[in-house]
């Protein structure tokens, strides 16, 4: 290793370090008993399971950790399969169909895109109170069908991807709806998997839309319950509680990236769903 590269990395390793640093103390913390959390120190002296017991007991309250945990999830479940379904079909038929006015109608899908969210807030909430959807999960995942960031990131992907493939199907015989399932879908493979993962990620951290329609500690998800319990006035807050809650419901969030975060960067390239 020369000289140059052996600064890059211990320079990128010291960075590293003061990154986590303050991560890393805050996880220790949730071990600790609440006594020591304002002590000063970077590391507690002591350690404790109660605070995990606790966070999945009785949070406080009336907040169940478990029950926001499933909430999220199934919430992201049901986000990840409504996306893939709506915004595959669309971004193949922007990318790879020629139709009249298609460029047009892209960007007037991209355009939704430039719109600050806050102003859609009100009207979404609306429409989800006049079918009485308010304070369940379906009006939580309902507005965030489907996804524009989705289709402009799989319509990169199929635009890309080599014409002679499509022109061999047509010849052996292979309709238009076949084509679509049987050769571009699983050719765009690593798009739809980065889109999965990035939409599972949006899923379980989105906090300002499930705040605003759901009012209920049942139906909270995950950034609203911690929320919902750090904004405690009534009483001292636990705070090593808070911060076991806070790991245990970080941690399906970690395991998913550590697992898909090549695809992330992987699924950006068009010749990779090629073999």
């Known amino acids: 290793m020369k000289g140059g ?25 949730s071990f600790a008993p609440s006594s020591q959390i304002l002590g000063g120190k970077l590391i507690p002296s002591s350690y404790t399971l109660s605070n995990y017991v606790t966070a999945l007991t009785d949070a406080g309250r009336g907040v ?26 669309a971004a193949y038929a922007f990318g790879r169909l020629r139709w009249p006015g298609r460029d ?10 430039m719109m600050p969210g806050i102003l859609e807030v009100l009207s979404l ?17 309902l507005p965030g069908l489907p996804r524009v960031v989705g289709i402009f990131i799989l319509r990169q992907f199929f635009r890309e991807l080599p ?7 047509r010849m052996d015989g292979a309709g238009s709806f076949q084509i679509f399932w049987h050769v571009m879908v699983p050719l765009a493979r690593p798009a739809v998997l980065t ?12 906090f300002l839309w499930p705040l605003i329609i759901t009012n209920s500690p049942a139906s909270m998800t995950v950034p609203v319950a911690i929320a919902y319990l750090s904004a ?13 809650a806070s790991f ?27 073999k």
């Open 5 to 29: 590269d052996r600064l890059r990395w211990i320079v990128l390793f010291a960075v590293a370090c003061l990154w986590l640093l303050p991560i890393v103390s805050l996880v220790l913390f």
């Open 64 to 89: 169940s950790i478990p029950q926001a945990m499933a909430n999220s999830a199934l919430i992201m479940a049901m986000q990840v399969a409504g996306i893939l379904l709506l915004d595959i079909p």
């Open 104 to 113: 047009l109608a892209f960007a007037l899908v991209l355009l939704t895109m």
């Open 125 to 141: 909430y609306e429409i989800m109170s006049g079918f009485g959807l308010v304070d369940t999960i379906y009006a939580v995942v």
């Open 163 to 169: 014409k002679e493939m499509e022109d061999a199907a």
């Open 195 to 206: 889109l999965s993962v990035l939409t599972a990620l949006y899923s379980w951290n989105n």
């Open 232 to 244: 405690d006035t009534s009483a001292i807050l636990n705070y090593t509680v808070i911060l076991a």
């Open 248 to 274: 245990l419901t970080a941690l399906p969030m970690i395991l998913i990236f550590l697992l898909g975060q090549k695809y992330i960067v992987g699924g950006m390239r068009p010749t990779a769903g090629i």
